[in-house]
């Protein structure tokens, strides 16, 4: 071995290692003189300084390559060779073949259990033709693919903003399907209405039935809600033509009975499909369906029967039914029939008992139910409720517990008054407090406690140090009544939407009018009406048109501003009507009711309509406007101050209503027609 070869620089003249060999070292091991790692992390350890780096040259590496072809004999046959580019784990995982050696012998040859440990980098390129350009490979998700189906596109096939054309019934059921979501007590009458209109076909009939009959199932609390639906569309509905091969004509009541008899008759066939489920999760689903639909309809049959549609007989056929010996070794009724009869006798029993026809048959019903509560193997639930119908009959049909039922908000807000007797209001404290008013009583003391010298309201913030004069406040400056002439006209303006906007929150009609009367400045009348009509137009709700309607018009009766005042301030808006409307297609309805409320309370007459129909050149907006007002006068006083009130005026329909040649479309209808279409046939013409 060449002395001039060294892998330690500056240090060619010394021999390394036994017998001059460089790589004796590996022999022991990789970094068998290297010293171990310190475990203390935090150990600020100096840089090496510049002399005590080892630097090789390049010439010197090239040198030695050259120089050492070969292994030494006397180095292990076995050392990892790691390749440039692979990760740590791929080399040491793969398994090592012992480097041959000149006087080692051959490397046995592979079997079939031996792994293949050939590297890719290995493998010859693919050879291709002169001239022509290897094929791409096709991906993994490709070959993935290959075998799918190819998708076809259908003729159909839904795109967004696609218009789905529906027919006038299909339309009519949809609009009653979501008039019937929106129906509670407060809103009944109008949403009523609307049903009427809409129904106008045999087919929609049925299907409303179908919808009301299973809303009112499905929805126990509305169920009486849904029966007096019911009651007002079979008188409201007319009559529709038998179906081919029937005599009878379809009528409301008659496709209802025959509803509710099918899903009364069908319970026992649910009853043994759902016995025949074997599962138990979709058995015990299947079996609550099938009692909360009959308890649904024998409810709804009850509720139907105290409004008049069912008769007394199919009442009692119904209870015997219910009550009829089962299929149950024991001759007890099924218990889903028994609790269906204690909640029919519960709503209808008083009604039965005081029929005289068969008054004898209640008694005979309670007598059999008290007979099956003592029976030892009946739920111990049924029991109670059975218990709860006797006692219910001997307290003269009185429940020991009332039911959850639709109730208006004013009833709910009334019986919420009578029971902790106080007046429910919203909290004046914002209000309060810009009176000048610091010690505002938040929630007043109830009733029984206000009669009684020893309880009286604590005004005080801090209750556990106010002093015994804080019950009594010192007195406030009152208000003053008249107009506030300091406000600019942006003040004004804010204090009068808030003016509206609280008196919607609040309902204090003695606040609204002292907050009138500070603005009410002769400059300012009618930006004050002006903006009550806005706020009116941008209401939604029929609660709060109704209330912004009833206080303009009580700043009228109170003399905050007159009746020529108040009409000139509402000409702002109805000189418009055309252009509002159809922004704002409420617009004529509403302008509309605020003229109809004026005229039913006597503030204007009825030659106001034709003087603010004049400007408006459309007659679908004119009619549309009047309609509004004749409606509004005839609900409130009747057809007579209607007809009363055309007559003082002296006023004719046609003078006002009659179609413009060269403005209104030629099919419009007469006004004659127009009239008895809206049910003002009492108006002049």
């Known amino acids: 071995m060449d002395d001039g070869i060294s892998l330690r620089p500056f240090a060619t003249t010394q021999r390394l290692g036994p017998a001059g060999n460089p790589f004796a070292a590996f022999s022991k091991g990789a970094g068998h003189q290297i010293r171990a790692k310190r475990e203390d992390l935090w150990e600020d350890r100096p840089p090496k300084k510049p002399e005590e780096l080892i630097r090789y040259s390049k010439d010197f590496l090239e040198t030695l390559r050259q120089k050492f072809t070969d292994l030494p004999p006397n180095v292990q046959s076995y050392l990892p060779c790691f390749t440039t580019g692979e990760s740590s784990s791929d080399q040491w995982s793969s398994t090592f073949q012992p480097v041959v050696g000149p006087d080692a012998s051959p490397a046995p040859a592979e079997t079939a259990t031996d792994t293949d440990t050939r590297d890719w980098r290995s493998r010859p390129a693919a050879q291709h033709p002169p001239g022509a350009s290897p094929s791409p490979s096709p991906s993994p998700a490709a070959a993935r ?5 190819k998708m076809h596109k259908t003729a159909d096939a839904y795109r967004p903003g696609t218009v789905i054309s529906l027919d006038e019934q299909q339309k009519a059921i949809k609009t009653i399907k979501g008039v019937l979501n929106k129906l509670t007590p407060d809103n009944f009458d109008r949403l009523t209405a609307q049903i009427v209109q809409l129904v106008t076909t045999a087919e929609v009939l049925r299907k409303t039935i179908s919808l009301v009959f299973e809303k009112a199932v499905m929805e126990p609390t509305f169920c009486a809600l849904y029966a007096s639906l019911c009651e007002v569309l079979s008188k409201e509905l007319p009559d529709f033509p038998p179906w081919e091969g029937e005599t009878k004509p379809l009528t409301f009541r008659r496709i209802l009975l025959n509803t509710c008899q099918d899903e009364f008759e069908g319970v026992g066939e649910a009853r043994a499909k759902s016995d025949a489920i ?10 609550k369906g099938v009692k909360n639909r009959t308890l649904g309809n024998v409810r709804l049959i009850a509720e139907l029967y105290k409004k008049g549609l069912v ?3 199919i009442m009692h056929n119904c209870i015997k039914d219910l009550l009829s010996p089962g299929a149950k070794e024991d001759g007890l009724p099924h218990e889903d029939n028994m609790e269906a009869a204690c909640e029919v006798i519960t709503l209808s029993g008083k009604k039965l008992s005081e029929a005289e026809k068969y008054k004898s048959n209640i008694s005979a019903y309670l007598i059999r139910l008290e007979r099956f509560s003592k029976n ?15 006692d219910m009959k001997a ?3 009185t429940p020991r517990r009332q039911k959850f039922t639709a109730k208006k908000i004013e009833q709910i807000r009334q019986e919420a008054e009578t029971e902790l007797g106080i007046q429910i209001k919203l909290p004046q404290v914002q209000r309060a407090k810009a009176a000048g008013v610091e010690e505002a009583e938040l929630f007043p003391a109830p009733a029984k406690f206000s009669r009684d010298g020893d309880w009286k309201p604590v005004t005080g913030r801090n209750n556990r140090a106010a002093p015994a004069a804080a019950s009594q406040p010192e007195p406030v400056a009152e208000r003053p009544k008249g ?4 406000l600019t006209l942006e003040d004004r303006k804010k204090r009068a939407e808030s003016l509206y906007k609280e008196f919607v929150s609040s309902n204090d009609k003695q606040e609204a009018l002292m907050c009138a009367k500070e603005l009410a400045v002769p400059d300012f009348l009618d930006k004050l009406i002006d903006i009550g009509v806005q706020i009116l137009l941008d209401s939604v709700k029929e609660r709060e048109q109704a209330m912004i309607v009833d206080l303009i018009v009580d700043f009228c009766l109170q003399k905050i501003f007159t009746a020529d005042e108040l009409m000139l301030g509402v000409k702002v808006t109805t000189d418009q009507l055309e252009d509002l409307s159809l922004d704002i297609p409420k617009s004529p309805d509403l302008c509309g009711l605020l003229l109809g409320c004026c005229i039913h309370k006597g503030v204007v007459g009825m030659e106001a309509l034709p003087a603010l129909c004049e400007p408006i050149m459309g007659g679908e907006v004119r009619r549309a406007f009047s309609a509004a007002v004749f409606q509004t006068v005839q609900e409130k006083g009747g057809g007579g101050l209607l007809e009363k009130s055309c007559k003082a005026a002296n006023i004719k329909a046609s003078s006002f209503l009659q179609p413009k040649a060269n403005w209104d479309p030629p099919d419009l209808p ?3 027609d127009f009239l008895n279409k809206k049910g003002f046939g009492v108006v002049p013409l």
Do not use: C, H, Q, Y
Request: no cysteine; charged share 35%; hydrophobic share 35%.
């Open 670 to 672: 007469s006004v004659e």
């Open 395 to 397: 307290n003269n049909w």
């Open 278 to 287: 074997t599962e138990p999760i979709e058995k015990e689903i299947a079996e």
């Open 376 to 390: 030892k193997t009946l739920a111990s639930r049924i029991k109670f409720m059975i218990r709860d119908v006797l």
């Open 483 to 486: 107009p506030n002439r300091s």
């Open 145 to 149: 693919n290959s075998n799918v189906g």
């Open 311 to 313: 008769m007394e007989k």
